[in-house]
């Protein structure tokens, strides 16, 4: 069982950067693939990133998200971050981490395995 905690998440006025990070009980390069999504009050939880071990670290983003957000491992700290720069306030969600034991490319939650907790991010206008 893995399990995932995230922080970095509060407030910040619509321009504004957070990082958020995701921290596993496990060795954090040896999960296959790491992913951010995140659900605003009354939708679905979407898709924001991924990076996958195989090869090059793949990452891959939410079109909503390009540009603005990246995300990396940082394999010394056991983490996975979120740089979230030019926040919107359509940005607003909580925000969750989740490992996926599996490599291909995936944008839907089912294809993950464990779940942390989550993070509010609130980005004011």
């Known amino acids: 069982q893995v399990q995932l905690v995230e922080s970095g998440g509060g407030l910040v006025q619509a321009g504004g950067s957070l990082r958020l990070s995701c921290v596993a009980s496990?060795?954090?390069?040896?999960?296959?693939?790491v992913g951010w999504f995140r659900q605003a009050p009354g939708k679905e939880r979407e898709f924001v990133a991924a990076?996958?071990?195989?090869?090059?670290?793949?990452?891959y983003y939410a079109d909503s998200v390009k540009g603005r957000f990246t995300i990396s491992r940082d394999n010394a700290k056991n983490t996975v971050d979120l740089q979230m720069n030019s926040l919107k306030p359509e940005d607003t969600a909580v925000y969750y981490c989740?490992?996926?034991?599996?490599?291909?490319?995936?944008?839907?939650?089912?294809?993950?395995?464990?779940w942390g907790q989550g993070t509010q991010v609130t980005v004011s206008s």
């Open positions: 496990e060795r954090i390069f040896s999960l296959p693939k």
């Open positions: 989740a490992a996926s034991l599996d490599y291909s490319r995936s944008y839907y939650s089912r294809d993950y395995n464990y």
């Open positions: 990076i996958s071990r195989s090869g090059g670290r793949a990452t």
